[in-house]
């Protein structure tokens, strides 16, 4: 298949784009700049670095794909609203119109688990069926919401479009490199509860997997949770991962429930004061990673034929081999 793909510099995308060449796919790259290629290049790879919320110049780039994944997004959670809704709400709507436009077959928009992470009721084996909550206090998951109903919403019998909602992603160049293991060296990260709950996450090359099996898919218009499998306890998955990355691990713990008005605390006191860079702690953050959280992918299952393939152990050993 030829392939569009959005945000192939980022995490997700640049593993994806390794993953989908390996399985014979022609990919082209959407790169913000060109710089932000780390390989040489490569068969079966172009490039193309033009602006997504061009609709017209897109929808012209987009002639003889395929399926269009989008998966570039904009990730900060702290005092970002309006760029979160430019770039994950406005610019999806752009990139459906010229995708429509083009006569590209296939939609994949890549979600977030957090999307479905209802703040007053317990989240234990969530599955699809169970309505979105209201998320407009945490502007990343909200964001990514709209971003999923917006795609939904676009499929009909010409334009299927379905929605991958990973869980807690991880792998080398994950949230834990980018800026948590940093913050745990520095004595910045620690645990809520003792980080004794459950939670779900996912591997990255298991939600790769998950990506070629929805190439093969007819389903529409239709939302699917992928993890690694049984959610394991957050402490457990975190300390190792931590371990990985050579990143100190963590021995303090706060109450749950001082959690909240703490991230509250900060968040009015980088607001409001002249502090510089971002708080250490803030609400989205509470509400992502302090609670406990799992996911059904009986449905990815049965209607994609999903299964994880990579355990736990056996990505942390490659994230090691990438570290070392």
């Given at each position: 298949m030829k392939i569009f793909l959005t945000g192939a510099s980022g995490f997700v995308g640049s593993h994806l784009t390794q993953s989908l060449i390996t399985a014979g796919h022609k990919i082209v790259g959407h790169y913000r700049l060109p710089h932000s290629i780390?390989?040489?290049?490569?068969?079966?790879?172009?490039?193309?670095?033009?602006?997504?919320?061009?609709?017209?110049?897109?929808?012209?780039?987009?002639?003889?794909?395929?399926?269009?994944?989008?998966?570039?997004?904009?990730?900060?959670?702290?005092?970002?609203?309006?760029?979160l809704h430019e770039t994950n709400v406005l610019m999806t709507k752009n990139i459906l119109e010229s995708a429509r436009q083009a006569g590209v077959k296939q939609?994949?928009?890549?979600?977030?688990?957090?999307?479905?992470?209802?703040?007053?009721?317990?989240?234990?084996?969530?599955?699809?069926?169970r309505a979105?909550?209201?998320?407009?206090?945490?502007?990343?998951?909200?964001?990514?919401?709209?971003?999923?109903?917006?795609?939904?919403?676009?499929?009909?019998?010409?334009?299927?479009?379905?929605?991958?909602?990973p869980a807690s992603l991880w792998g080398k160049g994950d949230l834990v490199d980018?800026?948590?293991?940093?913050?745990?060296?520095?004595?910045?990260?620690?645990?809520?509860?003792?980080?004794?709950?459950?939670?779900s996450t996912c591997y990255i090359q298991n939600l790769c997997e998950a990506v070629k099996k929805s190439l093969l898919s007819e389903s529409n218009r239709e939302s699917f949770?992928?993890?690694?499998?049984?959610?394991?306890?957050?402490?457990?998955?975190?300390?190792?991962?931590?371990?990985?990355?050579?990143?100190?691990?963590?021995?303090?713990?706060?109450?749950?429930?001082?959690?909240?008005?703490?991230?509250?605390?900060?968040?009015?006191?980088?607001?409001?004061?002249?502090?510089?860079?971002?708080?250490p702690l803030i609400r989205e953050m509470v509400h992502l990673i302090a609670?406990?959280?799992?996911?059904?992918i009986q449905k990815a299952k049965d209607q994609l034929a999903y299964e994880p393939v990579y355990e736990m152990e056996q990505g942390m050993l490659e994230i090691e081999k990438m570290t070392d």
């Open positions: 780390n390989s040489k290049p490569q068969l079966n790879l172009e490039v193309w670095s033009g602006d997504l919320n061009d609709k017209q110049s897109l929808s012209k780039r987009l002639q003889s794909v395929d399926v269009l994944i989008h998966c570039a997004a904009e990730m900060k959670l702290w005092n970002y609203e309006k760029v939609f994949i928009y890549m979600s977030d688990a957090s999307i479905a992470k209802a703040p007053s009721i317990p989240n234990l084996e969530v599955c699809e069926s979105l909550p209201s998320l407009k206090d945490f502007p990343y998951s909200h964001s990514k919401s709209q971003g999923e109903q917006l795609a939904l919403q676009a499929g009909d019998e010409t334009f299927r479009t379905l929605s991958l909602r980018r800026s948590l293991g940093k913050a745990a060296d520095l004595n910045k990260f620690g645990w809520f509860d003792q980080g004794d709950y459950p939670f949770f992928i993890s690694d499998g049984p959610a394991v306890p957050f402490r457990q998955w975190m300390t190792r991962r931590l371990k990985a990355g050579h990143y100190k691990v963590p021995t303090l713990s706060i109450p749950r429930f001082l959690a909240w008005p703490l991230a509250r605390f900060t968040e009015n006191g980088w607001k409001y004061l002249p502090l510089r860079g971002e708080p609670h406990p959280f799992s996911v059904s």
